[in-house]
């Protein structure tokens, strides 16, 4: 376990570095207007990304969590995720021409960047289901590398648009489809919708049922995590929005970059002592897991407080006034992200999903009436501490739901017994 932490820490390094890379860069240099623009086009692709293929993604890490296991199941996955590409795509042009008011050549380029990055997460998927942590971590880096390096040759030649970036992630998603295309890494025969039905309804059902209230979870996450920005751009305009969204990114950013190895390394783990219904280690990977989190959590404030605005100004030329009371809230809030992401594991996994979706929803629905409440008045400070508040409300309810179930799991084992 520890090696596989480490391998996904280290591998995780250089994905987290270009990530803020790029936020740094795109407000530098683009500007906040145009980096405003790209971000709140980007929290558009993740969020249909995640209500499409959400349900796969999860399925994939439930079900298969096995290498052999998976290379049976390619056809499967593969034309599943194909359709769900496809979807992905084509909702994302009614968008980009109505609602942002993109050129047509600008609408296509983002829907084929939609249709690509569900294969990337695809990719990424299988390798972290058969515990494939190496592969995992140099997909993940190459993308982002070659991210990062082609949008800032375009911002070298001084073309600072928002459209640089997604014709970066482009390339960047085309380079890893061939390279895994190459090594042959999950060649699959893509299936009609006709023959998935008549051949995998059983499995596909498995999927939906398991999967669909978890898209619809990762679709109101997302929404959670993107709603305040597009309250900031209503009331205020792309430049503040862009102010708040390099902010936001930046430190949330932080609790992701340094959690996240741990979820990926352990979250197979979890499922597979869940599965052979070894409840008792599930838990005590879940608890080892909360508590090395925490630990993270305090060493990093501390940081932040002590260099972080100094840091933040000298990389980013971004004079907060209230910065504190704008990052702090932040950077608690995606530890207690992180952090509820295992305290829920034990609702997700026992089916309970339903639970999940109700605590996020009123979650959502406090963010949303509390921001359009306080942003017209105290902008930034009010969106930063209204995420703070509403991560607090999320883990609070799914950790009381938590405790509920495994009170009613223990009393069935002694009703067995």
């Not at 995780?12 to 240099?29: A, C, H, T, Y």
């Not at 499967?76 to 909702?91: D, E, K, N, Q, R």
């Not at 695809?122 to 070659?146: C, D, P």
């Not at 309250?231 to 992701?256: P, Q, R």
Request: hydrophobic share 55%.
């Amino acid at each position: 376990m520890k090696k596989d932490i480490l391998t996904y820490f280290v591998g995780k390094l250089i994905p987290s570095i270009i990530n803020l890379g790029i936020v740094i860069f795109g407000v530098r240099f683009l500007g906040a207007t145009e980096y405003g623009k790209f971000s709140l086009l980007y929290s558009t692709l993740l969020t249909i990304f995640s209500l499409c293929y959400g349900w796969v993604q999860q399925s994939i890490l439930r079900f298969y969590t096995d290498d052999e296991l998976i290379s049976t199941k390619q056809d499967l996955i593969g034309s599943i995720t194909f359709w769900m590409a496809v979807l992905v795509a084509l909702i994302n042009l009614p968008i980009s021409i109505f609602y942002f008011k993109l050129s047509v050549l600008n609408t296509l380029i983002i829907s084929a960047d939609s249709f690509l990055f569900t294969f990337f997460y695809y990719y990424l998927s299988v390798f972290q289901a058969s515990l494939k942590s190496k592969k995992f971590v140099l997909t993940e880096s190459i993308f982002f590398v070659f991210w990062f390096l082609i949008a800032a040759f375009f911002i070298y030649f001084s073309i600072a648009k928002f459209w640089i970036g997604f014709i970066a992630m482009l390339i960047s998603l085309l380079v890893i489809f061939v390279i895994n295309f190459k090594k042959k890494e999950f060649v699959f025969t893509i299936f009609s919708f006709k023959t998935l039905k008549e051949k995998k309804s059983n499995e596909l059902k498995l999927f939906f049922n398991y999967g669909l209230p978890i898209s619809i979870w990762l679709f109101i996450a997302n929404a959670f995590s993107y709603a305040d920005r597009f309250l900031m751009e209503h009331f205020f305009g792309y430049a503040d929005a862009g102010v708040y969204s390099t902010t936001y990114d930046l430190f949330f950013k932080i609790g992701n970059f340094v959690c996240m190895p741990i979820l990926l390394s352990n979250h197979t783990r979890i499922v597979n002592a869940f599965n052979h219904n070894k409840h008792s280690d599930a838990k005590n990977y879940i608890n080892k897991s909360i508590k090395l989190e925490l630990g993270i959590m305090i060493v990093t404030l501390i940081g932040v407080l002590i260099i972080g605005r100094y840091l933040f100004e000298t990389v980013t030329k971004i004079k907060l006034n209230n910065f504190y009371l704008t990052a702090i809230p932040i950077l608690l809030a995606s530890f207690i992200w992180q952090i509820s992401l295992f305290v829920h594991k034990t609702l997700e996994l026992g089916n309970r999903q339903i639970q999940m979706i109700i605590a996020l929803f009123i979650s959502l629905g406090f963010n949303i009436l509390s921001n359009i409440i306080f942003i017209p008045k105290y902008a930034m400070i009010a969106a930063s501490i209204n995420t703070f508040v509403s991560t607090l409300i999320y883990v609070s309810i799914v950790f009381y739901f938590s405790v509920k179930y495994n009170q009613i799991e223990n009393n069935n084992l002694n009703g067995c017994n």
